[in-house]
């Protein structure tokens, strides 16, 4: 391991300064942050600067594993089915008639179309261009015709559209290519000729199918069972660290298990992800990986970079131009011509070819192993290698071409100025994500009682001609680190995931991109302070509700940034009351302007216990004896106080014919000065008067027919 960290040591740390640096001067730009990594690794390699490429690359692929896996998260069985008509139709016709159309340019060998318009236009040399043999073209189509699965993954992910349909169409089609990259890798060495003898193609491409359906059928159901019993018995044990290894662990295993019986690692990754799609962990598992796919994707990208031969670029850029513009023709052109077969929009069509159009990590695969076999020139195969990473580097421009290309399309299908066909199925309801959900931080029984109430027909909210606006606060999403709580909400229909709902990172992996408001409702003080932190942080302008331990962390919490608290114990103890009044008949309007000074007043008092200028006060003072309504009629049987504790300390007891409205911030000591002095205080907008019977608030004024009593401030 020293030895490993000792060849790294400035290669990594290169790398980690590319990211500091490279990142956020991207995102200032407004490009991604793929062309920038890619720029790097072609400065580096040039420079000569990176020592020991074979293990940085070594890590840059875990970061393709990372990115498998988190695709893999994203496919519910729902969602599996959707991706098949993607992937088994759209798919397999891409790569089919991708390979085909790639063949026709080349063959006839030795005077192909392809030849000759590269002979003619660029003056390339007939001994770089000419095809020897179909066997040649094969290899060639079928290399260029896979996609670059990290390129057009990130950007989609980057631009949150992985959950609308071009997103679902664009991962089936990669997904399809994925899987086909398996025969292509089996039929290599049987086309060299270097294969055994005595098999035949098809019995290689049977032993292959009986491995897909046995091997990873196994693989599935097994992983199914254990993955899950894994997964529940390591986060019931609360510990993050844990929880991130076991995601490490469960990605590497996969790979290996995968690659041992003849397929990719990155479809072991992939169906690791698959196979957490649907258990309550998959949200914070994304949350978990997102740090290392990152760190690794942008390796992978930076080592890309460095694949670019510049000398054979100048010498031979204008043959790598006419094959690139070739490239990226061919592939666009055949999605946009078949993805309306299955389902997509001429205008969703065009987008998804040109996400589609440039080559990927695969090609590098097949066209090494075409090298060694001797299967391909090597300066041409050197050649087919630039333009695939110039056609991976131009990935972020030409998804905003398609974007173009498309909405001029649209325009010109619409040119009488009616919506289009397209955009009528564009704006059907599809799988979106949540919008403006509020979310619930905690699901414990006060979770429950409030995923209900805002679930309720009732609780959408009222637009001003009456009727009920479908975007109203009934939609919710909850989170919970409960494993068997999770487990037992979902089955009874509750929205609620496992995970840190208190995280960006997690809402973002749940869907939740604008949430209307936050409920914290932990009832551990830390968890609920931090929480609040977190949101305040991420999202400035959110509404934030929050469950309080006590009156001091009620202000605690709306000190850095709640919206609303409420102090369990104080409201328990308020309600009860109410009842109590209600009970022995004082008037429900009474009770309810009682209740209200009540929790004005204790509010005051427990910021003024946070703000040190009063001690503690651990039994308050009662709070009604009598009260005179408002309209001047008398109230009901009167409740009699009898002594006050402040600090553990009696103090003096009111008269029977004075009416206390609210308990005073500290021992009514210390207000005995100003009371002897007669001074009149000011009163603001929390200031009540303890007076013979009337209530005054809000700096009124009035002729009293008993001097001041006590005050209270906030």
Request: with cysteine.
């Amino acid at each position: 391991m020293s030895n490993l960290l000792e060849s790294l040591r400035f290669d990594l740390l290169l790398y980690l300064s590319t990211t500091v640096v490279m990142v956020p001067v991207c995102k200032s730009l407004k490009v991604s942050p793929i062309l920038g990594f890619l720029l790097s690794g072609f400065v580096f390699s040039e420079l000569g600067i990176i020592k020991d490429y074979k293990d940085i690359e070594s890590l840059a692929e875990l970061g393709v594993l990372f990115l498998l896996f988190e695709m893999g998260l994203e496919l519910t069985f729902d969602r599996l089915k959707t991706l098949a008509k993607y992937a088994f139709g759209l798919g397999t016709v891409q790569v089919a008639l991708s390979t085909l159309a790639f063949m026709s340019f080349e063959l006839p060998a030795g005077n192909g179309l392809g030849t000759r318009i590269l002979t003619t236009v660029t003056s390339a040399p007939a001994s770089l261009v000419n095809i020897r043999s179909v066997d040649e073209a094969f290899v060639i189509g079928a290399a260029l015709s896979l996609s670059s699965s990290a390129f057009v993954l990130q950007l989609l992910s980057e631009k949150g559209e992985l959950p609308t349909k071009v997103g679902s169409a664009t991962l089936g089609i990669l997904l399809l290519q994925d899987i086909a990259v398996v025969p292509l890798l089996v039929l290599l060495p049987l086309i060299d000729g270097t294969g055994s003898g005595d098999q035949s193609v098809a019995a290689v491409l049977g032993v292959v199918l009986l491995k897909a359906v046995f091997g990873l059928g196994a693989l599935s159901i097994g992983g199914r069972v254990v993955l899950r019993r894994v997964f529940e018995y390591v986060a019931d044990a609360r510990s993050p660290e844990t929880f991130v290894g076991l995601c490490l662990l469960t990605v590497s295993l996969t790979s290996i298990l995968t690659s041992s019986i003849g397929f990719s690692d990155t479809l072991g990754a992939f169906l690791a992800g698959v196979l957490l799609a649907e258990t309550n962990f998959r949200t914070q598992i994304e949350a978990d990986i997102k740090p290392f796919k990152g760190l690794l994707l942008g390796l992978f990208f930076l080592t890309t970079g460095t694949a670019i031969d510049l000398n054979l670029l100048i010498q031979r850029w204008p043959t790598a131009v006419v094959l690139l513009a070739g490239l990226i023709a061919v592939k666009t052109a055949t999605v946009a011509a078949f993805g309306p077969l299955v389902g997509l929009t001429r205008k969703e069509s065009i987008r998804v070819g040109f996400l589609l159009s440039q080559g990927g990590e695969f090609a590098f695969v097949l066209l090494s192993l075409a090298n060694q076999l001797e299967i391909l020139p090597s300066e041409l195969n050197k050649l087919l290698i630039i333009v695939v990473v110039l056609s991976m580097t131009l990935t972020p421009a030409l998804a905003e071409i398609g974007n173009v290309v498309a909405d001029k399309y649209d325009d010109w299908a619409s040119g009488d100025g009616s919506i289009s066909s397209d955009a009528l199925q564009e704006s059907e309801p599809g799988e979106l994500a949540l919008e403006s959900p509020v979310v619930l931080c905690g699901f414990g029984p006060v979770g429950q009682v409030l995923a209900n109430l805002l679930s309720s027909p009732l609780s959408a909210s009222t637009g001003q001609d009456g009727g009920t606006e479908q975007s109203g606060v009934s939609k919710y999403v909850a989170f919970d680190l409960n494993i068997p709580r999770v487990k037992n909400a979902r089955q009874k229909g509750f929205v609620v995931y496992f995970g840190d709902g208190s995280r960006p990172d997690v809402l973002k992996a749940a869907g939740v991109l604008n949430p209307r408001a936050f409920v914290v409702l932990h009832s551990q003080r830390e968890v609920a302070t931090r929480a609040v932190e977190s949101i305040r942080a991420a999202f400035p302008q959110v509404s934030i509700y929050a469950r309080a331990a006590d009156l001091s962390h009620s202000v605690e919490l709306e000190d850095i940034g709640a919206t609303h608290t409420v102090a369990q114990t104080t409201e328990i103890a308020i309600s009860l009351g109410a009842f109590i009044l209600e009970d022995v008949g004082v008037r429900t309007d009474d009770v309810k302007y009682v209740a209200e000074a009540t929790r004005a007043c204790i509010l005051a008092n427990a910021r003024a216990l946070n703000e040190g200028s009063i001690s503690l006060v651990t039994i308050q003072q009662p709070a009604v004896e009598a009260v005179q309504s408002k309209d001047g009629r008398n109230a009901s049987p009167q409740v009699k106080p009898t002594a006050v504790m402040l600090d553990d300390r009696p103090t003096r007891s009111h008269s029977d014919e004075s009416a206390v409205v609210a308990c005073p911030l500290g021992s009514l000591d210390e207000l005995s000065e100003e009371e002897e002095n007669g001074v009149d205080l000011e009163l603001d907008d929390q200031a009540v008067l303890e007076i013979e019977g009337e209530v005054l608030e809000d700096g009124q004024s009035e002729d009293l027919e008993e001097s001041v009593v006590a005050i209270t401030e906030q």
